[in-house]
């Protein structure tokens, strides 16, 4: 199958695997993958210095640029040093992935 039909899990449980570990291959794991990806988005289109993440403000510590690559690397299930300031944003979120 195509990987542009599979589901964001799927994806995701890739992702995992070729993270070495570093982001665990369950769901719940999963659910939060799927915020931060989602704040990483917005942090991706703005140009602003703070984001806004369930009525809380944050500095952002990462740029659009980088965004964008993390974005594009979780598209092509790509783990790479890029991929890991996923991180950075969870932290700050304080969720685990």
């Known amino acids: 199958m195509e990987k542009r039909l599979w589901h964001d899990y799927a994806k995701y449980l890739v992702l995992a695997d070729n993270s070495n570990s570093k982001i665990k291959a369950n769901y719940e794991n999963f659910l939060n993958f799927k915020k931060i990806k989602e704040v990483i988005n917005n942090i991706a ?20 640029m980088e965004a964008k690559t993390i974005l594009n690397n979780i598209g092509d299930c790509v783990w790479s040093d890029k991929t890991d300031l996923m991180f950075t944003v ?7 992935i």
């Open 45 to 64: 289109f703005t140009d602003k210095s703070t984001y806004s993440y369930e009525g809380n403000i944050y500095n952002r510590k990462i740029t659009s």
């Open 90 to 96: 969870a932290s700050q979120l304080k969720l685990r």
